[in-house]
């Protein structure tokens, strides 16, 4: 049995690194606006946020392949500025992965937000403390957990991510053929020797995952300051 | 100093109205019944009632008005909620130097030295009691530096020995900290040990304010304020401590007064609160009866609450002092009293507060 080429892998990894960092830049102010607000339109937003859970992976890369399509404007305006098409990217990939994970990251974060409450932010705002430190300083260390399954869900939804990747990105070695991708390719073509190795070593490597964040998250509270 | 108010909060079936110029320094109580509005008005002083139209100036420094909103933050107001809220991912040192840090406070060891912290400081916020928990609460409001410190029924949530145990520190923050201090509390009890002043409020709005004594003599807050516990508080000085029978005596306005033995000092200034209903009224000095404490007086307010069984009195008892008591409107009218009239107060009990009077 040879040894199976590792890159799809080591691209899914990458893939979803790079989604979850840019879930949590988008992901935070947003969860944390839904968790405060007392706007009308706030419903509105949530069920578009929740879209990606109900929705089939084809549906969404249906719609992303003709957004990200060069003579769309999104697709247009990204080509005209970088040079590359956001389809059958890396870059078209990512921005995929983060709008179909964005609940995983928006919901748990929401939650822990609101498990906060304005009790903590109000005391924090009589001690001195702008909105903006009281966020960092309070809100966030005390919606630790919430941002720990955010990360954690969002990474391990994007490794597993197959249907949007298949219509958005294609199979393309070193740019979009991730892992799941690269399995399917092997079970099409009957390696299975192939299809094994990688699906062992994706159980394998989700499981520790999983496995560390419980375990983490079993611990006493982690003290901070 | 001063904080004025004038401001209009409407909530849903609620309704906040107060036009006020509060006198600040010392402790100044809060007063009324639950629901009188008193902790959101005392969030409307804070800035964390952002729905609230009018003004709210401290020592003519605008807080809100006239399009200007300034943050909590940025007021320099402490408040000490009644649920503490100590921030629980740090722990009871972590919690004092998030204020002091923003502050550039250095008071931090006179802070734990003065409400006893010291052996709580490496403790988990989750780790405390109520009581230890409040007490953390008041050290980190200090440490901010604060101009004003309110605190929004700090003793609520304890048991009676935990809010004695409590009532010393807070009454000792406004000397020890140069703060004046805006205390709400349901309790005549907290008013009259701690309090200098007090604003009384009753559906939203303000019914009185002043002097303690005064304000507690007056006849009318006791119509509106419902739970309100009628009664007066008197100046009294400790002249002897009576061994054989174990009792104070002392004298009100010039009248002898004696209550069960008290560790205090002869020539020792106190303030003595007098429930209404304890007070009887006689039209002579009585004999054969097992109540010692008779203070002669004469009627200045008779008022008749017709829709009860109930009239109460205000008495002038001499040296601008004033007692109140509450009697059936049957008694009034068998002793055939109106005001103008000398009469004898009988006191069935009288309860004492430690602290000594402000002096002047």
């Known amino acids: ?225 | 100093m001063g904080l004025s108010v004038d401001i209009k909060l409407a909530l849903k079936g609620f309704s906040l109205e107060v036009a006020h110029a509060f006198e600040l320094g010392g402790i100044t109580a809060l007063f009324g019944a639950s629901g009188a509005g008193k902790s959101l008005l005392l969030r409307v002083i804070a800035g964390l009632e952002d729905g609230a139209e009018g003004q709210v100036s401290f020592n003519d420094e605008p807080w809100q008005g006239r399009g200007r909103f300034v943050e909590t933050a940025k007021r320099g107001v402490g408040y000490v909620f009644q649920d503490s809220r100590l921030f629980t991912h740090l722990d009871v040192a972590g919690n004092l130097r998030f204020a002091a840090k923003r502050s550039g406070s250095k008071a931090f060891d006179t802070v734990v030295k003065t409400l006893d912290l010291q052996p709580l400081l490496s403790r988990q916020v989750t780790a405390l009691s109520g009581g230890e928990k409040q007490r953390v609460a008041i050290g980190r409001t200090l440490l901010s530096e604060p101009r004003l410190l309110l605190m929004d029924e700090p003793l609520a949530a304890l048991d009676h020995a935990r809010k004695t145990r409590l009532l010393p520190y807070i009454a000792r923050l406004p000397e020890a900290f140069g703060l004046p201090v805006i205390y709400v509390t349901h309790s005549v009890e907290e008013v009259t040990r701690l309090a200098d002043r007090m604003v009384v409020l009753a559906n939203g709005q303000v019914l009185a304010g002043g002097g303690v004594a005064e304000t507690l003599a007056r006849l009318d807050i006791a119509e509106a304020s419902g739970k309100f516990e009628a009664g007066s508080v008197v100046r009294a000085v400790v002249i002897a401590q009576n061994e054989r029978f174990r009792l104070t005596e002392m004298l009100v306005a010039g009248q002898a007064l004696s209550m069960p033995a008290s560790v205090v000092k002869i020539g020792a200034e106190l303030r003595l609160r007098i429930r209404a209903r304890d007070v009887a009224i006689a039209l002579r000095r009585p004999e054969g009866l097992s109540i010692r404490n008779v203070l002669r007086g004469q009627i200045l307010e008779l008022e008749q609450e017709a829709e009860t069984a109930f009239a109460e009195l205000l008495l002038d008892i001499g040296g601008g002092q004033q007692l109140r008591a509450r009697i059936t409107r049957a008694s009034v009218a068998e002793l055939e009293i109106v005001v103008g009239d000398s009469v004898f107060a009988l006191v069935k009990s009288v309860s004492f507060d430690r602290r000594a009077l402000p002096k002047g």
Do not use: C, K
Request: glycine letters at 8%; charged letters at 10%; proline letters at 6%.
């Open chain 1, 1 to 225: 049995m040879s040894w199976p080429d590792l890159a799809p892998l080591w691209l899914s990894v990458q893939l979803a690194g790079v989604t979850t960092v840019l879930l949590l830049i988008v992901g935070t102010p947003l969860a944390w606006w839904l968790a405060t607000t007392r706007a009308r339109m706030r419903p509105f937003i949530e069920a578009l946020t929740a879209m990606p859970l109900v929705l089939p992976p084809t549906v969404l890369g249906f719609y992303f392949l003709i957004l990200f399509n060069p003579n769309s404007t999104i697709g247009g305006l990204w080509r005209d500025a970088t040079g590359e098409t956001l389809t059958f990217s890396f870059s078209g990939l990512v921005l995929a992965s983060a709008l179909y994970s964005l609940p995983f990251m928006v919901q748990p974060l929401q939650t822990a937000f609101e498990a906060v409450g304005r009790g903590p932010m109000e005391a924090a705002a009589s001690l001195r403390a702008s909105r903006l430190d009281a966020f960092f300083s309070v809100a966030v260390p005390m919606a630790r957990r919430g941002f720990l399954t955010g990360i954690v869900l969002s990474f391990a939804h994007t490794i597993g991510e197959f249907g949007v990747v298949l219509m958005v990105g294609g199979n393309i070695p070193g740019q979009t053929r991730v892992i799941s991708i690269a399995i399917y390719e092997q079970v099409e073509v009957l390696d299975y020797a192939q299809a094994h190795a990688l699906s062992a070593i994706l159980l394998v490597f989700s499981f520790t995952v999983l496995l560390l964040v419980y375990t983490l998250n079993r611990r006493a509270p982690v003290r901070v300051g």
